[in-house]
């Protein structure tokens, strides 16, 4: 049973407590009921609490968000709400999730930190496609897929990478019943009861509705909730969270309007990434201009190309390309990035 729900949110709040309450009961119908061990789930809050603290200026007022443990030994995702006034975190309803296996060859850890659900990084739905394997990488046609942007993340013996991080449905007959251990490539992989909950509630759509070109992507019928949030939070319960894991954006373009906000972090240059201090120490204004027009071109170059992954899934990829890395003979990412689940174990 879910340790003391609602202790945190004071008389003031009745309201709010019965549509959290009408929300649980709701989830606990259509997602269904993850019993986790009470100990684990105060010190899962606090691991939340902590991260949310260091980052409070993303939470700036009450929401839902989806709360995940990459713990390979739990493997759970937590409907998850975050009271503003208290600043307590609440949990609604658990179901086992899978997330990536750093131990296997193209597969990664899926990274720590706050992830936000906007329209810059368009979400986009399954094909409902088969692989050579018979696997439907996202699931049955129709299933959302939250595409998080571009996320470091490490491989193998800690190896730094950056994948394309998305939260999504697994094929309903090989992917599902192995959710609740690692198996995917770096992804948040979901049960399709959870992906159509937090699709047909809005539960991470708050940017999708303030957006009205955004809105195509939604669900018609859908009932959005009270409080719908925009943040997918990852946090491994058997570690601290390390303070480079923190969900910040990895591809930057380089700004000569706004220079302090980059320095320290990456732009695109070329064909690679380079830090922005660098391009800063270069102490010369016709080769930060350079660097600046290579970049905008590749974007340019980039953007204007629809890709499709590769023949082995044939699901479409997003078509918002920013700070794409180079692109392989066969339509599929570098760098360890993919656009798809495909692997069959």
């Not at 490490?154 to 449905?169: N, Q, S, Y």
């Amino acid at each position: 049973m879910l340790v003391a729900l609602f202790s945190a949110i004071p008389a003031r709040a009745l309201t709010q407590v019965d549509m959290l309450l009408d929300v649980q009961a709701t989830f606990m119908h259509e997602v269904g009921r993850v019993v986790v061990d009470e100990s684990y789930e105060r010190d899962l809050v606090r691991h939340a609490e902590g991260l949310i603290r260091q980052n409070q200026a993303r939470f700036d007022s009450s929401q839902f968000f989806l709360l995940v443990d990459r713990n390979h030994n739990i493997q759970k995702a937590f409907l998850a709400f975050y009271d503003a006034t208290g600043k307590n975190v609440i949990l609604i309803g658990a179901d086992n999730i899978s997330t990536g296996n750093p131990n296997r060859r193209g597969h990664f850890e899926t990274p720590i930190g706050i992830f936000e659900n906007n329209p810059s990084n368009m979400s986009y739905r399954a094909l409902g496609t088969r692989n050579k394997q018979g696997w439907r990488g996202f699931g049955t046609k129709g299933n959302r897929v939250w595409d998080l942007g571009w996320q470091r993340t490490i491989r193998g013996r800690g190896e730094p990478m950056d994948i394309r991080m998305l939260v999504h449905a697994t094929d309903p007959d090989q992917g599902e019943p192995r959710l609740g251990t690692v198996q995917s490539k770096g992804c948040v992989r979901v049960s399709m009861r959870m992906n159509r909950f937090l699709d047909r509630y809005g539960v991470l759509d708050r940017a999708y509705e303030e957006h009205t070109k955004a809105k195509y992507v939604l669900l018609a019928g859908r009932n959005p909730v009270p409080f719908a949030g925009k943040f997918v939070v990852v946090v491994d319960s058997g570690k601290s969270n390390p303070p480079h894991e923190a969900g910040f954006p990895l591809h930057t373009v380089y700004n000569t309007k706004t220079p302090a906000r980059t320095r320290g972090r990456l732009c695109v240059w070329r064909d690679g990434l380079v830090s922005a201090a660098t391009v800063s120490a270069l102490g010369s204004a016709t080769a930060e201009a350079a660097a600046i027009t290579t970049s905008e071109t590749a974007f340019t170059t980039r953007r204007a190309i629809t890709l499709w992954a590769s023949k082995r899934n044939g699901e479409r990829a997003p078509i918002h390309l920013l700070a794409v890395p180079a692109i392989d003979s066969r339509l599929g990412f570098r760098l360890g990035c993919h656009l798809h689940e495909a692997e069959t174990a």
